[in-house]
């Protein structure tokens, strides 16, 4: 066998591999999210975090979120509430908060107004169990720091959920299925900023080296 098609095969087992790796990524439960600033109302509030949908089977699962304020210390607030919906095409599910490091942050009740974004939500925790207002903003978490919160919830189609049905939809895409509310900031402003959902970094380096290795066998 020769020395170019050796280096073949080890080019095509590694993109294999890679194949492999990236679809094991894919369906990996945690979701990094980010602020969408582009479809922000005042483009003040960022942040980053995590959700995590586990199935616990039956009619059951539960979401955990994880926030992060990373709004610059010169424009002030604190994340004050957020709110998600899975797809409405899945059925009807209910959504209870069961933990939280924000005890001032309480459950919003589902059919919640998410104004000025359309629609209305499932469920998640706001100062006061409120999106719009809801007492202090200093009860939410201020710049730097990260709030964890678990949510059970319930119905028929629990099992067809995933991570990314909290933030970008299904079938149909949902650009406002997960939006955070801050609050309190240095000129009095506030802010409601919708989620992104971003690769995994480990989906992403696959996905480079993927590209590497294709780019190898052509030349």
């Known amino acids: 066998m020769t020395l170019a098609s050796n280096s073949l095969r080890r080019s095509a087992t590694m ?83 069961t933990a939280s490091d924000y005890a001032s942050m309480t459950n919003i009740a589902a059919g919640a107004s998410g104004a000025p974004f359309p629609g209305t939500w499932l469920g998640g925790a706001g100062t006061g169990g409120s999106w719009l207002a809801g007492g202090s903003p200093t009860g939410g978490v201020p ?12 119905g028929a189609n629990a099992s067809a959920l995933t991570s990314d049905s909290f ?27 919708p989620a992104n959902q971003l690769p995994s970094p480990g989906a992403m380096a696959l996905i480079g080296l993927s590209g590497l290795l294709t780019r190898r066998r052509r030349a």
């Open 167 to 193: 933030v970008s939809g299904d079938n149909v895409s949902d650009a406002y299925a997960f939006i955070v509310r801050f609050r309190g900031m240095c000129d009095g402003d506030s802010d409601k900023v």
């Open 143 to 154: 710049i730097g720091a990260t709030g964890h919160w678990s949510f059970t919830i319930t």
């Open 15 to 97: 993109a294999c591999l890679a194949a492999a790796c990236i679809g094991a990524a894919a369906q990996a439960s945690i979701v990094p999210i980010t602020s969408n600033s582009s479809l922000s109302t005042e483009n003040l509030g960022t942040f980053i975090g995590t959700l995590n949908y586990t199935f616990l089977g039956g009619t059951n699962g539960n979401l955990d979120v994880s926030l992060t304020n990373t709004t610059p210390m010169s424009t002030g607030g604190f994340i004050t509430a957020f709110m998600f919906r899975p797809p409405p095409e899945l059925g009807a599910f209910t959504s209870v908060l």
